[in-house]
């Protein structure tokens, strides 16, 4: 006879790819190894770094993309967690809008607002995302640059 077990809860599902990690997980600790063979290398071979000391500088590098998938306070990711703090900071003030009397209450100057405001914000976000793509995309250029130093050292 053939079971499958199955969460009871869809909310707590997680389809697991290797070890109980989740493919984006999996994929967040491949980088960080290939972070710090790649750091490693270049501290010793081109910096000629004792290879003692050498892991321990790779080691923050190695962190970064790890710590930003598994840090999650509350449930949340970073990107969520850092939005909500910085709505709460911002404090945007809640407007109760009654619905009982249309002729006092007809236009409505607070969304109006908030929509313009959102505009804006979207617009920064937008800005944000295509300064993050640039660097990523530099920082994958130094790293080819860097392999393409270390390599041409063993020849």
Do not use: C, H
Request: charged share 20%; proline share 3%; net charge positive.
């Amino acid at each position: 006879m053939l079971a499958v077990k199955t969460n009871k809860n869809i909310e707590k599902f997680k389809s697991d790819v290797a070890g109980g990690f989740d493919l984006k997980e999996v994929i967040s600790i491949v980088i960080g190894l290939f972070l710090g063979v790649v750091i490693t290398l270049v501290a010793v071979l081109v910096f000629n770094v004792p290879m003692t000391v050498a892991p321990y500088i790779a080691s923050i590098f190695i962190a970064i993309p790890i710590l930003l998938r598994f840090f999650k306070p509350g449930g949340m990711g970073v990107k969520t967690y850092r939005e909500k703090q910085r709505a709460f900071k911002k404090g945007t003030a809640l407007a109760y809008i009654s619905t009982e009397n249309n002729a006092v209450y007809g236009e409505n100057t607070i969304k109006e607002n908030y929509t313009e405001q959102q505009q804006e914000e979207n617009f920064e976000r937008f800005l944000k995302n295509i300064k993050r793509i640039i660097i990523f995309f530099a920082g994958i250029v130094v790293m080819l640059v860097i392999v393409i130093v270390v390599i041409m050292k063993w020849l």
